[in-house]
């Protein structure tokens, strides 16, 4: 696997479901910054509601998913997600159904946030559950404080780059204010 962070503002995102699990999506991509479009030919009345007014009461055609980078699909079956997944590679756009390792093209990670650091646990899709478990250490082990000392060296990096300096003095700068805030 290959970890990578999508920047929600640079990418078109799709979000094809119906009930819990494209709900669950939903609010995963919308924590993470994104809006994406939601197609559902029967949404939940929880769905429909957090969805809005992006919300497309059908399915995607072929042509319609032309344009996207990454497209979720959570709550059909294999048979109705496989034309969508194979549309969407055929499309160039990465795709990932629920549960169904074989038509993935990527794997949600398990995510904490801490301000602008984000950690991501995955396992590529073999056990969701040892995801979260790594999950639920990663937020013991990142507290809070994390957030604060990432927003302050951000700062200062932006400000030490202005000056000229070189890789190795930001991360020297870098080190020295996680070791004040007792992070290291």
Request: aromatic fraction near 4%; charge should be neutral; charged fraction near 25%.
């Given at each position: 696997?290959?970890?990578?962070?999508?920047?929600?503002?640079?990418?078109?995102?799709?979000?094809?479901?119906?009930?819990?699990?494209?709900?669950?999506?939903?609010?995963?991509?919308?924590?993470?910054?994104?809006?994406?479009?939601?197609?559902?030919?029967?949404?939940?009345?929880?769905?429909?509601?957090?969805?809005?007014?992006?919300?497309?009461?059908?399915?995607?055609?072929?042509?319609?998913?032309?344009?996207?980078h990454a497209i979720w699909?959570?709550?059909?079956?294999?048979?109705?997600?496989?034309?969508?997944?194979?549309?969407?590679?055929?499309?160039?756009?990465?795709?990932?159904?629920?549960?169904?390792?074989?038509?993935?093209?990527?794997?949600?990670?398990?995510?904490?946030?801490?301000?602008?650091?984000?950690?991501?646990?995955?396992?590529?899709?073999?056990?969701?559950?040892?995801?979260?478990?790594?999950?639920?250490?990663?937020?013991?082990?990142?507290?809070?404080?994390?957030?604060?000392?990432?927003?302050?060296?951000?700062?200062?990096?932006?400000?030490?780059?202005?000056?000229?300096?070189?890789?190795?003095?930001?991360?020297?700068?870098?080190?020295?204010?996680?070791?004040?805030?007792?992070?290291?």
């Open positions: 696997m290959i970890p990578i962070y999508l920047e929600p503002s640079a990418t078109q995102i799709a979000l094809i479901g119906r009930g819990r699990l494209a709900l669950r999506r939903l609010a995963w991509l919308e924590a993470a910054g994104a809006r994406p479009v939601v197609w559902s030919d029967a949404p939940s009345p929880e769905l429909e509601t957090a969805a809005g007014a992006r919300l497309q009461r059908r399915l995607p055609s072929a042509a319609e998913i032309v344009g996207f699909i959570a709550d059909l079956s294999v048979e109705e997600a496989r034309p969508l997944a194979l549309a969407a590679r055929a499309a160039h756009a990465l795709v990932n159904v629920e549960d169904v390792i074989e038509l993935c093209d990527f794997h949600t990670p398990a995510v904490v946030h801490r301000g602008r650091l984000t950690l991501a646990a995955g396992t590529g899709g073999a056990s969701p559950a040892v995801a979260r478990a790594a999950r639920e250490k990663l937020e013991t082990a990142f507290t809070e404080e994390w957030s604060g000392a990432t927003e302050e060296i951000a700062n200062s990096r932006t400000a030490l780059r202005k000056q000229g300096a070189d890789f190795d003095t930001l991360v020297s700068d870098a080190r020295k204010r996680l070791h004040r805030h007792g992070l290291i």
